[in-house]
Nanobody, 122 residues
Framework: VQLQASGGGLVQAGGSLRLSCALS?????SGWFRQAPGKAREFVAG????????DYADSGKGRFTISRDNAKNRVYLQMNSLKPEDTAVYHC???????????????????WGQGTLVTVSS
């Protein structure tokens, strides 16, 4: 199973980026997490296998949207109104399960990608 995140880059505050994660190994729940320098990895957004359920960290509600295209085996994270505090390496993750009891828990995910760096300048 391989996951590859892409779409990161340098953007000014208030700008937008769309991250993409290429999945493999089946259609199951997926999520995005991020890790800023010197900080622990944190949950950003999660989505069930058919997008019937989504969950967002408070920090991204109203600004971030997680979606998926199962025909393309991809999960996306649209990030709008970016802030300098959104600067981090963003990782996509996939669970073996189609539905999760807690999308915010790292322990629910079995496979992780390398990550893509998002830098938001002020």
């Amino acid at each position: 199973v391989q996951l590859q995140a892409s779409g990161g880059g340098l953007v000014q505050a208030g700008g937008s980026l769309r991250l993409s994660c290429a999945l493999s190994g089946g259609t199951t729940s997926s999520g995005w997490f991020r890790q800023a320098p010197g900080k622990a990895r944190e949950f950003v957004a999660g989505i069930s296998w058919n997008a019937g359920r989504t969950d967002y960290a408070d920090s991204g509600k109203g600004r971030f949207t997680i979606s998926r295209d199962n025909a393309k085996n991809r999960v996306y994270l649209q990030m709008n109104s970016l802030k300098p505090e959104d600067t981090a390496v963003y990782h996509c993750a996939r669970s073996r399960l189609m539905l999760l009891s807690d999308y915010r828990s790292e322990q629910q995910y079995d496979y992780w990608g390398q990550g893509t760096l998002v830098t938001v300048s002020s």
